[in-house]
């Protein structure tokens, strides 16, 4: 079975900030790790996935993730925040056809 | 090309009452699946369809719950009879196979209100 944990239910950033968003997983086999964004009132939107191939991952948005085995973890990362990143984000994990997503860190960006 | 579409986008309903979600995926997309999303949560699956036929439901609150994606193409999510811990958002995503692999795009979601 799989599963997320996302440290931090709310995160705030000033803007030009480095945004650093956590992410564990958990997993008996080999993980596709996921980031998703909502922005309010919207679906998620996928920033970036690691499927076993290079272990730092680049997304949309400036946004990247990089998958550390030894610490079971895929933090999401963004060098300097921009206030159109204020929303929710999603870590999700998947072993095959079963994605299983943590329960979100809201982002917060102050001028 | 068209995203995922879902309607109604809200819908508030007195308990006992049954309701309705709709949801046409992105055209040539194979599998389909039916979330909740609770207040402050991440998104629960509660049901995947590869075509026509339901891969996965063991999440599906089968006693009040029931989908159906008729031709494998358009699909209905209904609670039957809603009960207040209903109230949530309920997001329809699809995606071109079912493996996992392949990012799966959400529609905007239908939020249910049940009073």
């Known amino acids: 079975a799989q599963s997320v944990t996302q440290l931090g239910s709310h995160v705030s950033v000033s803007e030009g900030a480095l945004v650093l968003l956590r992410c564990n997983y958990s997993?008996?086999?080999?993980?596709?790790l996921f980031w998703y964004v909502q922005y309010p009132n919207q679906g998620l939107q996928l920033l970036l996935k690691?499927?076993?191939?290079?272990?730092l991952v680049k997304g949309i948005n400036g946004f990247e993730a990089e998958f550390k085995k030894s610490e079971t973890s895929f933090h999401l990362t963004k060098p300097s925040a921009h206030m159109s990143d204020a929303a929710e984000y999603f870590c999700a994990v998947s072993g095959g056809n079963d994605m299983r997503f943590g329960a979100g860190t809201r982002l917060t960006v102050k001028p | 090309e068209a995203g995922v579409v879902q309607s109604p986008r809200y819908k508030i309903i007195e308990k006992k009452q049954p309701v309705a979600f709709w949801c046409n995926p992105i055209s040539g997309h194979n599998t389909l699946y039916w979330y909740r999303q609770n207040l402050g949560q991440g998104p629960e699956l509660l049901i995947r369809y590869e075509n026509e036929e339901a891969v996965d439901d063991s999440q599906l609150p089968k006693d009040r719950f029931s989908a159906e994606r008729l031709k494998g193409v358009d699909s209905t999510l209904k609670i039957q009879p809603a009960e207040l811990g209903d109230s949530a958002v309920y997001l329809c995503?699809?995606?071109?196979?079912?493996?996992?692999?392949?990012?799966?795009?959400f529609g905007p979601g239908t939020r249910l209100t049940v009073l």
């Open positions: 997993s008996s086999v080999p993980p596709y």
């Open positions: 690691y499927t076993s191939a290079a272990t």
């Open positions: 995503a699809s995606s071109l196979d079912g493996t996992g692999l392949d990012e799966q795009f």
